[in-house]
Protein backbone atom coordinates (compact mmCIF):
# COMPACT_ATOMS: atom_id res chain seq x y z
CA UNK A 1 0.00 0.00 0.00
CA UNK A 2 1.50 3.27 -0.69
CA UNK A 3 0.16 7.14 0.42
CA UNK A 4 0.48 10.22 -0.61
CA UNK A 5 0.37 13.13 1.84
CA UNK A 6 0.16 16.88 1.15
CA UNK A 7 1.71 19.53 2.95
CA UNK A 8 2.23 23.10 2.72
CA UNK A 9 -0.76 25.05 2.18
CA UNK A 10 -2.24 27.84 3.82
CA UNK A 11 -3.53 31.33 3.55
CA UNK A 12 -1.43 34.20 2.06
CA UNK A 13 -1.78 37.53 0.85
CA UNK A 14 -1.39 37.91 -2.78
CA UNK A 15 1.64 38.27 -3.86
CA UNK A 16 3.00 36.05 -1.63
CA UNK A 17 4.62 32.49 -2.01
CA UNK A 18 3.76 28.97 -1.00
CA UNK A 19 5.98 26.24 -1.28
CA UNK A 20 3.71 22.49 -1.32
CA UNK A 21 5.30 19.21 -0.83
CA UNK A 22 4.14 15.67 -1.53
CA UNK A 23 5.79 12.78 0.20
CA UNK A 24 5.01 9.23 -0.68
CA UNK A 25 5.14 6.41 1.83
CA UNK A 26 5.09 2.18 1.32
CA UNK A 27 5.66 -0.27 -0.59
CA UNK A 28 7.94 1.81 -3.39
CA UNK A 29 9.74 0.25 -6.21
CA UNK A 30 10.24 3.25 -8.78
CA UNK A 31 7.97 6.50 -8.87
CA UNK A 32 6.60 7.53 -12.70
CA UNK A 33 5.31 10.39 -13.09
CA UNK A 34 4.16 12.69 -10.62
CA UNK A 35 2.06 15.94 -10.57
CA UNK A 36 -0.15 18.35 -8.67
CA UNK A 37 -3.68 19.16 -9.81
CA UNK A 38 -5.82 21.76 -8.54
CA UNK A 39 -9.58 22.00 -8.02
CA UNK A 40 -11.55 25.26 -7.26
CA UNK A 41 -15.24 25.42 -6.11
CA UNK A 42 -17.54 25.11 -9.37
CA UNK A 43 -14.67 24.78 -11.26
CA UNK A 44 -13.18 21.12 -12.98
CA UNK A 45 -9.90 19.43 -11.37
CA UNK A 46 -6.86 20.82 -13.83
CA UNK A 47 -3.52 20.02 -14.02
CA UNK A 48 -1.22 23.00 -12.90
CA UNK A 49 2.34 20.99 -12.82
CA UNK A 50 3.66 17.63 -13.82
CA UNK A 51 7.41 16.30 -14.22
CA UNK A 52 8.69 12.94 -15.42
CA UNK A 53 11.22 9.88 -14.31
CA UNK A 54 13.63 11.97 -16.02
CA UNK A 55 12.87 15.23 -14.58
CA UNK A 56 10.77 16.90 -17.74
CA UNK A 57 8.65 19.41 -16.71
CA UNK A 58 5.02 21.00 -18.04
CA UNK A 59 3.00 23.58 -16.64
CA UNK A 60 -0.18 25.10 -17.59
CA UNK A 61 -0.42 27.86 -19.17
CA UNK A 62 -2.33 30.06 -16.47
CA UNK A 63 1.16 29.20 -13.98
CA UNK A 64 3.80 29.77 -16.26
CA UNK A 65 6.82 31.99 -14.84
CA UNK A 66 4.92 31.56 -11.10
CA UNK A 67 4.98 27.95 -10.02
CA UNK A 68 8.31 25.41 -10.09
CA UNK A 69 7.77 21.50 -9.81
CA UNK A 70 10.57 19.63 -8.63
CA UNK A 71 11.45 16.24 -7.19
CA UNK A 72 13.62 14.80 -5.00
CA UNK A 73 13.39 10.44 -5.54
CA UNK A 74 15.74 10.04 -2.20
CA UNK A 75 13.06 11.40 -0.49
CA UNK A 76 10.04 9.87 -3.00
CA UNK A 77 9.01 13.63 -2.39
CA UNK A 78 7.87 16.11 -5.10
CA UNK A 79 7.62 20.01 -4.29
CA UNK A 80 5.22 23.29 -6.12
CA UNK A 81 7.02 26.10 -5.46
CA UNK A 82 4.24 28.98 -5.85
CA UNK A 83 5.48 32.48 -6.22
CA UNK A 84 3.32 35.94 -7.06
CA UNK A 85 0.05 33.96 -5.95
CA UNK A 86 -3.04 35.59 -7.52
CA UNK A 87 -6.73 35.05 -5.72
CA UNK A 88 -7.43 32.50 -8.80
CA UNK A 89 -5.38 30.57 -7.83
CA UNK A 90 -7.20 29.48 -5.00
CA UNK A 91 -7.74 25.44 -4.53
CA UNK A 92 -7.43 22.59 -3.17
CA UNK A 93 -4.38 20.79 -4.72
CA UNK A 94 -4.05 17.64 -4.88
CA UNK A 95 -0.95 15.31 -5.01
CA UNK A 96 -0.91 12.66 -8.05
CA UNK A 97 1.81 9.83 -8.88
CA UNK A 98 2.31 6.93 -11.14
CA UNK A 99 4.05 4.00 -8.71
CA UNK A 100 5.42 0.45 -9.34
CA UNK A 101 5.24 -1.83 -6.61
CA UNK A 102 7.45 -3.96 -8.63
CA UNK A 103 8.99 -3.77 -12.24
CA UNK A 104 6.30 -3.05 -14.85
CA UNK A 105 2.98 -2.73 -12.33
CA UNK A 106 2.33 0.42 -11.74
CA UNK A 107 -0.90 2.00 -9.80
CA UNK A 108 -1.85 5.29 -10.03
CA UNK A 109 -2.29 7.58 -6.43
CA UNK A 110 -3.82 10.68 -5.52
CA UNK A 111 -3.39 12.55 -2.33
CA UNK A 112 -6.35 13.46 -0.15
CA UNK A 113 -5.38 17.58 -0.76
CA UNK A 114 -4.27 19.98 0.96
CA UNK A 115 -5.89 24.24 0.87
CA UNK A 116 -4.70 27.10 -0.95
CA UNK A 117 -6.06 30.51 0.20
CA UNK A 118 -4.73 33.78 -1.63
CA UNK A 119 -6.94 36.76 -0.37
CA UNK A 120 -6.44 40.27 -2.01
Known amino acids: QVQLVESGGGLVQAGGSLNLSCAAS????????MGWYRQAPGKQRELVAG???????NYADSVKGRFTISRDNAKNTVYLQMDSLKPEDTAVYYC??????????????WGKGTLVTVSS
Open 26 to 33: GSIFRIND
Open 51 to 57: ITSGGRT
Open 96 to 109: NSDIEHRRGYAWNY
